[in-house]
């Protein structure tokens, strides 16, 4: 049996309950047959815990695994599985729809299901969600990830609270986030150094969105920069203070906010309403 690489982030999840509850928050459906059932697309399957219930719950599955040794493990214990596809690479430099395209059974994957590792969930999120810049093409449906403690905080944070940072607004800004359970380091062999938590994340375009996401994208960016200033002073490079100002007035924000205190949506009415 391959046994768990740091390299990889390897963690094998061994807790039932996590997964039982990651299953669920997908809300799968296996459909009729007429392909009204849910293509689940998983990042990291490892040893196949996972796989093996979204295998039985989906219309069909695809998993793409770096990892060589595992994918060989994989095909041995799933590979006879009809609707489960295992693709070896690089999730991050992988063109899914390329790879796809020749499949019919496992086109455009609706829901996102997936232990990713750790050291590289900025990224994946990226890839999935896209950027305030460059929305995701075609967004999924539903995305639930197995993350970081401290990262699904910092998703799931509200604005005026401690967590809410720049990550919060970049993705809040792409999908509506959900907390769904802690999971204990103890639920993983081995025991990574961190809690985790499940996350669900809905793709989603805001009633108001960005009129120049970049503009958002670089008022976010600096407004976060220094969280213990006010948004005023880190702002100063791009907006006069007095224009600042007299724009959070007319927000009926008070002018000596800190960045984390405004809302998105108070983000994307101050991008919309700067000119410079
Ligand atoms: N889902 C499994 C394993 C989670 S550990 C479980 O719950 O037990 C993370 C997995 O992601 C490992 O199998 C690791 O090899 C794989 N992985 C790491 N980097 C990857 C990448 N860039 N692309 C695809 N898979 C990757």
Redesign the pocket.
């Known amino acids: 049996m391959p046994q768990p690489?740091k390299q990889?982030?390897?963690?094998?999840?061994r807790s039932e309950k996590a997964l039982s509850r990651i299953v669920s928050a997908a809300d799968l459906s296996k459909g009729s047959g007429d392909g009204s059932g849910d293509r689940v697309l998983?990042?990291?399957?490892?040893?196949g815990?996972?796989?093996r219930q979204l295998l039985s719950q989906a219309a069909a599955v695809v998993s793409?695994?770096?990892?060589r040794d595992?994918c060989e493990f994989l095909t041995k214990k799933l590979g006879a599985i009809e609707n489960f596809l295992l693709l070896q690479?690089?999730?991050?430099t992988l063109d899914l729809d390329a790879v796809l395209a020749s499949l019919p059974a496992f086109q455009h994957p609706n829901k996102v299901v997936?232990?990713?590792?750790y050291n590289?969930t900025g990224p994946i999120l990226e890839k999935l969600l896209g950027t305030i810049d460059h929305p995701a093409a075609k967004p999924f449906d539903r995305i639930v990830l197995?993350v970081q403690k401290e990262v699904a905080q910092r998703l799931c944070a509200r604005s005026g609270s401690k967590q809410f940072g720049a990550l919060s607004v970049r993705v809040q800004y792409l999908a509506e986030c959900e907390f769904i359970c802690d999971v204990p380091a103890g639920a993983?062999h081995p025991p990574p150094k961190v809690d985790s938590a499940v996350v669900r994340l809905k793709p989603r375009s805001l009633a108001v969105p960005a009129a120049d996401p970049q503009q958002l994208e670089t008022l976010v960016k600096l407004g976060f920069a220094s969280k213990r200033k006010m948004l005023r002073n880190n702002l100063q490079s791009v907006m006069e203070r007095d224009q600042l100002t007299e724009l959070l007035e007319r927000l009926a924000i008070n002018p000596q906010v800190r960045a984390e205190d405004l809302s998105v949506e108070q983000w994307v009415e101050l991008s919309n309403r700067f000119h410079p």
């Not at 690479?89 to 991050?92: I, K, Q, V, Y």
């Not at 997936?114 to 590792?117: G, K």
């Open positions: 690489r990889f982030a390897q963690h094998w999840l998983e990042i990291g399957p490892g040893m815990v996972l796989t793409v695994e770096i990892d595992l690479g690089d999730f991050l997936a232990n990713i590792p590289i197995l993983f």
